[in-house]
């Protein structure tokens, strides 16, 4: 392949293609990114980044509400949707600015257009073939539905439209209670929307740890946001003023929006990785621990491949496929260790395995868990947020999960990560010393109660 036009060919411009373009280029690789929108792709223009400004501009609602509790006199106005959105985009415009400069200073060509593989080392962009001697598919995914709905973009919408409203709706029916439908659900509640969230499975965001949903379930009773658990959605009729939607059992719930929040899909249909004979199972693309797919010289990374799907998920496979084209022979991911976060009021950050999971690897009797209040955390006192720090580990072995539920916990999710990741034991975590006031201080307590000598929380 000394004749191919680039090293590596990267298909989609997303967290996992723009992550490896920009490691192989700073490696030396010569590379194309192939994109047909913008550079960024979900995670920056209708994802993580945008819907966490619409949950900043919601924390501020509710803190001009909530002033009084601080002896602060302030008034809550009232959103002004235009105003909230041009803060949001210009959120979105300096980080797109800032890529697209970093893109062309590493020497990154940009290939604009769709690309199709059409070959193992060929991709296709509007009837021209460029070849390289490794591809990395980064197609990423889409907002999923369900069958016998359709999304018209005006009653019924997914997050993409949910991004661009220009009104606050009077009332909202979130479908599914999952990540995306909490975030958004918590965002329309603070902007002063009336909130439904219609959830199938027993509890909200079921993924994470039993006591992290039931937490943010009564927070979300406290803020009035209505929520149907164990109730799957049957259908939904157009009306005139909204939605009619009928759930499992016959209760129709009405609303101004129907906000689909379902899942993501892998975005690899018609690209060519079926006739390239990749090996695929409903649509996502199977790739093995080094992201190499069956294909030699084909490697996939982000949402296309099963697993989380998440931006920093997403940059870690991009790194670690350009580092393996270099030759550095980089360790392989453990999926196990990434964080994850739910930016809600409040929030949820975790890493590792929660409690059942835990219980089911190691046996219910090998494993120990503590729950330390936020109660008891002055920061947290200060600002007024509830929630607390659970730990979980194996009888005499390394702590194996971390869950965090409270305003803010996010930011804590960095230090949670070092100790998970790092194979930490409790005795070794509770000596090193937290700032005070901080939520921090909450993980360092709660490491203390696990290594049997609480500070400030009963023993
Ligand atoms: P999700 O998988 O988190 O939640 C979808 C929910 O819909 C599930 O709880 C499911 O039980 C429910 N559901 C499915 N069919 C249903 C039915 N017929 N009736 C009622 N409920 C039904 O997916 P979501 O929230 O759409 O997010 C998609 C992806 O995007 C996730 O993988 C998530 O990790 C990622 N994401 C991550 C964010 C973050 O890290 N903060 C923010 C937003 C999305």
Redesign the pocket.
């Known amino acids: 392949m000394a004749d191919a036009d680039y090293d590596v060919l990267i298909l989609g411009a997303g967290s996992g293609g723009y992550a490896c373009a920009l490691r192989a280029a700073q490696l030396g690789l010569k590379v194309g990114l192939v994109e047909k929108d913008k550079l960024g792709g979900t995670c920056l223009h209708i ?2 980044v945008p ?1 966490k400004a619409l949950l900043h501009a919601a924390e501020v609602a509710d803190s001009a509400r909530e002033s009084e509790q601080f002896g602060v006199r302030a008034s809550f106005d009232g959103i002004d949707m235009a105003g909230v959105n041009s803060y949001k985009d210009g959120v979105v415009a300096r980080l797109f600015k800032g890529l697209s400069g970093l893109v062309k200073s590493r020497g990154i060509t940009v290939i604009e257009g769709e690309g199709r593989l059409t070959g193992p080392r060929e991709v296709t962009v509007d009837g021209t073939a460029y070849t390289a001697k490794n591809v990395v598919l980064a197609s990423g ?1 889409y ?2 539905s ?1 069958p016998g709905l359709d999304i018209d973009g005006e009653r019924v919408i997914t ?1 993409d439209q949910a991004l661009r409203l220009d009104r606050v709706p009077a009332s909202v029916i979130v ?9 958004f659900a918590s965002v329309w509640k603070s902007f002063g929307a009336e909130v439904t969230i ?4 027993p509890r909200l ?3 994470e740890d039993e006591a992290s949903s039931k937490a943010l379930e009564r927070a979300f009773r406290k803020r009035k946001i209505n929520f149907r658990t164990g ?3 049957q259908s939904v009729k157009v009306t005139d003023s909204g939605v009619a939607v009928t759930v499992e059992g016959g209760d129709v719930i009405e609303a101004e929006l129907l906000l689909v ?4 899909g892998p975005s690899t249909d018609g690209l060519g990785y079926d006739e390239q004979s990749i090996t695929m199972d409903r649509g996502f693309v199977i790739a093995d621990e080094r992201c190499r797919t069956n294909v030699e010289g084909v490697y996939a990374v982000g949402d296309i491949v099963p697993g ?4 920093h998920r997403g940059f870690a496979q991009g790194i670690f496929v350009a580092e393996e084209l270099a030759g550095l022979e980089p360790q392989p991911i453990d999926e196990s260790g990434i964080p ?4 809600s009021h409040p929030e949820i950050a975790s890493v590792g395995l929660n409690e059942s999971a835990a219980a089911e690897k190691f046996g219910a009797d090998n494993i120990e868990s503590v729950t330390y209040d936020l109660g008891g955390n002055g920061k947290s006192q200060i600002l007024k947020t509830q929630g607390f720090v659970k730990l979980v580990r194996e009888k005499d072995g390394p702590v194996v999960g971390i869950h965090l539920v409270g305003d803010r916990v996010g930011e804590l999710i960095g230090e949670a990560q070092l100790i998970y990741n790092w194979e930490g034991y409790a005795e070794d975590v509770a000596p090193l010393i937290h700032a005070h006031p901080t939520q921090n201080e909450a993980l360092g307590e709660a490491h203390l109660a696990l290594a049997g000598k609480p500070l400030h929380a009963h023993s």
């Open positions: 994802g993580c819907t995914s907002a999923r369900l997050s479908l599914g209670g999952g990540v995306i439908g909490c975030e219609l959830e199938a499975l965001v079921a993924v109730t799957p959605f929040a379902v899942g993501r989380l799907q998440l931006a994850r976060v739910t930016y």
